[in-house]
Nanobody
Framework: QVQLVESGGGSVQAGGSLRLSCVAS????????VGWFRQTPGKEQNFVAA????????EYADSVKGRFTISRDNSKNTAYLQMNTLKPEDTAIYYC????????????????WGQGTQVTVSS
């Protein structure tokens, strides 16, 4: 069992930066891939980024490549999403999720989810 808690969301102007954190409890976090997804009202969750258990492999949505960086520190049971050069279209609720095994980009594969953190980017 893994419980996830996101933090670090907020309101920023376009071009600004935020770093989201996802703190996990549970013994299997270090063996789990972690993904970040985002969702706006009335729309489905969209993949943002994911990282494997060791932090040696990651994937990104095309819309965030070069601007966002996913990382993790297993000694702290924490995953991060560094978001730079934010755009108004990045506005969403951001969720972290965990799944045992390899990196996955579809939300239906993930077993554990946090409650989400709001990111608002103004123009």
């Amino acid at each position: 069992q893994v419980q996830l808690v996101e933090s670090g969301g907020g309101s920023v102007q376009a071009g600004g930066s935020l770093r989201l954190s996802c703190v996990a409890s549970g013994r299997t976090f270090s063996a789990s891939a972690v993904g970040w997804f985002r969702q706006t009202p009335g729309k489905e969750q969209n993949f943002v980024a994911a990282i494997n258990w060791s932090g040696t492999s990651s994937e990104y949505a095309d819309s965030v490549k070069g601007r966002f960086t996913i990382s993790r520190d297993n000694s702290k049971n924490t995953a991060y999403l560094q978001m730079n050069t934010l755009k108004p279209e990045d506005t969403a609720i951001y969720y972290c999720a965990a799944v045992t095994g390899v990196v996955k980009t579809s939300p239906e594969w993930y077993d554990y989810w946090g409650q989400g953190t709001q990111v608002t980017v103004s123009s």
